[in-house]
């Protein structure tokens, strides 16, 4: 998943590019949300409007695009929650904005355009490091929706995050000993091990011997593999057992 941004001053260029694809058709239009229909002019007013005249480049179209191999899970309904999710954490989740799918290409993709003024103050949104926080988000994306990586480095990561979500779905492992021997037991390579106040990730060898390098736990917040996230499904499993064998044991009395 790589995100294309760009900035300009007349949003009619930009809505009416995505037109003209519309009509020749090249694209259609997914989702819109703020407009009172998608006419270019419609949409480059309503924006302009909302932008003022303080800002030199207030227009923010950006290219969202996938592999081709990913191409048969990318339904349209898929298509448009990964954009506004990327939308969303990039700071413009709540904007107005159009949607537009283009099939231009042979890899899927499609193209957001949106106003870089608040809707709700008025002011400029921040795009401090926008390229450097837009590629953590795609990177973040990719492991989470199971879309081909991007970036290989970002491989080992997703990994990691599959197999030791299995183990802890298939062995309800209690701490991270018995974590490690789940990740063994299902042929995975992936590790787990404290290091200072955290917890780390990392792979083996065949021989068990560490070969790669270590990944911070806190990386993986969002899909509750840091250290809070396996402390808190650790007790739940502990709690989740204990009430099981004590059902068990009333049981059989």
Known sequence: MIAEIQSGK???GAAHYNQKKVDSGQAKILYQSGFLNTDPKTIS??????????????????SLNFPKEDKDKLDDKHMVRLAREYMDKLGYGKQPMVIYRHYDR???HVHVLTTRVDIETRRKIKDHFERLRSKKI??????????RISDKKKIAERDIVAEVRNALKNSKPENVEFLNKALQKSGSLARVQPSGKGLVYYKVDDEGKRKSKSYKASAF???G?????LMQTFQTNKRDRIYVKNAVKDALE
């Open 45 to 62: 007013e309503t924006l302009h409007y909302i932008s003022g005249s303080r800002l030199k480049e207030p227009v923010f179209h950006a």
């Open 138 to 147: 795609t990177d973040q994306m990719e492991i989470k929706y199971g879309l």
């Open 106 to 108: 042979e890899h899927p």
């Open 225 to 229: 593999l840091d250290k809070a996230g």
């Open 10 to 12: 007349a949003f009619y």
């Open 221 to 223: 917040k969002e899909f």
